[in-house]
């Protein structure tokens, strides 16, 4: 398996020598023409690339002859100098230099090619003086040795993995329906011939899905200058640090929670740092500390919003979501921590004093909730006071396919996301309780409330009807899902297994039922709804008193 610096070097190697390539075509067109300014703005700018990521990459030598070829070109674009004369030739020169350093690059030999004459003319063509030439035209002399050669690197629309991945999905369902009636059947051959198809969809789901990745540091590039501007908008000092940006994940998934980390960011800046007078009265440091980073959790990848600012104010959110009739003065009483601090995902909620142009208007902390609940992942919460706060997303890796835990109601199949899935637990009736009307359930500490999804789903009761321990017998299976630090138990006839699942949308007009987040069709070609698990919450905190 080939190392991250493998790969880095192989998606440098044919970058560049695109760019050659494409070097090689200019450099002609403007010979040819002058004049051709449009060949020259693509010089110049295909130089200055070239010259930062092969400094990046620490390969020295291209980066030099690439600085100095767009000294030159930045000369003549901007008239100081003219492409004519002995520079021609050195010009030529210099991208075949590039050409063959660039190709040294994949040799187990240390490279062959000096540059340092050729640094030395570019030097004298900067200064305006003379190059040293060997002869009258050194590339026509080397032109049957020179190599023409295509790059390894193929650029995709990503539309087109998007199709692909379907297809795969498409096929991951049909995959597992015949593994399925190979093991009823039990033909031999026809199970062998199954197991060989598993396999084989099993690498190509994850080939697809690997080439849809990328670097996490493409998203996190772009923030420092969205810092420095949001900083000096709100007139504060803020020294931005930025990890794990080599971890990968898919471009879709990066692409939708864009805008939530803009939002995340600019709440950093805005709410939890605080000014510079009001850090050195609070003993810290004029300049406010912000993180992003990025890391991996089992399957998941975790993005991480960290700064070391004021912290969230519980009771003052607490106050805030009474004031705004969220809820009663009562009942916010018996919230805990976590449940107070959900209030800030409420659409317009908001702590600002004043409305700026980035903070007070109410809008933000719901567009970061609503990117993560559409991928089906996760948003943490952690805070302590006068010290600083940390959002972390919980991502998917793969919108497409997900795990899931298969369940049983009544002899049908339904499937939760994984991604919302605590615990499952087997409870007697005489391990719960009935508080106010609910069912509640004390697990490690915690009173979780229980709903018997039976009755929702299949009844059409509420949630909140009535609950009544009498109707409870024998071992009751739980599944205990997590939604914005809320748990909730559902009762569920049995548990089935878990299980990598293609989650296709509801059509019309079953899309207007909010429980269900879409359906899957399992090996068996049984079709399983897919539990909304943000939804179900949302209802049972909407009608609880």
Excluded: W
């Excluded at 010009?91 to 490279?111: A, H, K, M, V, Y």
């Excluded at 909620?349 to 409305?355: I, P, Q, R, Y």
């Excluded at 902390?365 to 559409?374: N, W």
């Excluded at 548990?495 to 019309?508: A, C, E, Y």
Aim: charged share 25%.
């Amino acid at each position: 398996m080939k190392s991250r610096e493998e790969e880095y070097r192989e998606i440098f190697m044919a970058e560049a020598l695109e760019y050659y390539d494409a070097m090689s075509r200019h450099i002609s067109e403007l010979e040819k023409d002058p004049g051709d300014e449009k060949a020259l703005h693509e010089l110049f700018r295909l130089m200055h690339n070239l010259k930062a990521n092969a400094r990046a990459m620490g390969f020295n030598a291209i980066g030099e002859v690439a600085h100095r070829m767009e000294t030159i070109f930045g000369l003549i674009r901007s008239k100081e100098r003219t492409f004519s004369g002995s520079m021609v030739p050195v010009l030529f020169d210099g991208i075949d230099t590039i050409g063959s350093l660039i190709r040294g690059l994949d040799q187990e030999d240390e490279i062959t090619t000096d540059p340092e004459q050729l640094l030395e003319n570019l030097d004298l063509l900067v200064q305006g003086e003379e190059p040293i030439l060997e002869g009258e035209d050194k590339n026509a002399d080397e032109d049957a040795t020179r190599k023409l050669e295509l790059s390894d690197l193929v650029y995709i629309q990503i539309k087109k993995l998007d199709h692909l991945l379907n297809l795969v999905g498409e096929l991951i369902i049909d995959r597992d329906r015949i593994l399925t009636l190979s093991q009823e059947i039990g033909n031999p051959a026809l199970q062998a011939a199954a197991s060989h198809l598993f396999r084989i969809a099993d690498d190509l789901q994850y080939s697809v899905m690997d080439a849809r990745l990328v670097n996490v540091g493409s998203l996190f590039n772009k923030f420092p200058r969205v810092v420095r501007d949001v900083a000096v908008a709100e007139k504060k000092e803020v020294e931005l640090t930025i990890n794990g940006q080599d971890i990968q994940i898919d471009r879709n998934i990066l692409q939708i929670i864009t805008d939530a980390l803009l939002h995340l960011v600019r709440n950093a800046i805005g709410h939890g740092l605080e000014t510079p007078e009001e850090r050195q009265r609070a003993g810290k440091p004029e300049r406010g500390s912000l993180t992003l980073s990025a890391q991996t959790e089992r399957d998941d990848v975790l993005i991480q919003v960290i700064d070391d600012g004021k912290g969230i104010d519980v009771e003052q959110v607490r106050r805030k979501a009474v004031e705004r009739g969220l809820v009663s003065a009562e009942a916010s009483r018996t919230l805990d921590t976590n449940a107070v601090r959900a209030f800030l995902f409420e659409p317009g909620f908001s702590m600002a004093k004043e409305v700026t142009d980035i903070s007070g208007r109410g809008v933000g902390l719901d567009v970061v909730k609503l990117a993560i609940d559409s991928l089906g992942g996760q948003l943490r919460v952690d805070s302590i006071l006068g010290q600083g706060t940390t959002f972390t997303l919980v991502l998917p890796t793969s919108i497409a396919v997900k795990g899931a835990l298969l369940f049983e109601l009544e002899e049908r199949s339904y499937a939760i996301p994984l991604m919302h899935t605590d615990s499952v637990v087997s409870l007697q009736p005489k391990q719960l309780h009935v508080v106010g009307g609910i069912l509640m359930a004390r697990l490690l500490g915690e009173n979780i409330p229980v709903v018997d999804l039976r009755k929702l789903l299949h009844n059409g009761d509420s949630p909140l009807a009535p609950a009544l321990k009498a109707e409870l017998v024998g071992r009751q299976d739980i599944i205990i899902v997590n939604y914005n630090n809320r748990k909730l138990g559902l009762i569920v006839d049995r548990f089935l297994r878990q299980q990598d699942i293609v989650i296709k949308p509801m059509s019309k007009p079953l899309d207007m039922i909010d429980l269900f987040g879409g359906v899957t069709l399992l090996g068996s070609g049984q079709v399983c709804l897919v539990i909304d698990v943000p939804a179900l919450t949302r209802l049972f905190l909407a009608r609880r008193p």
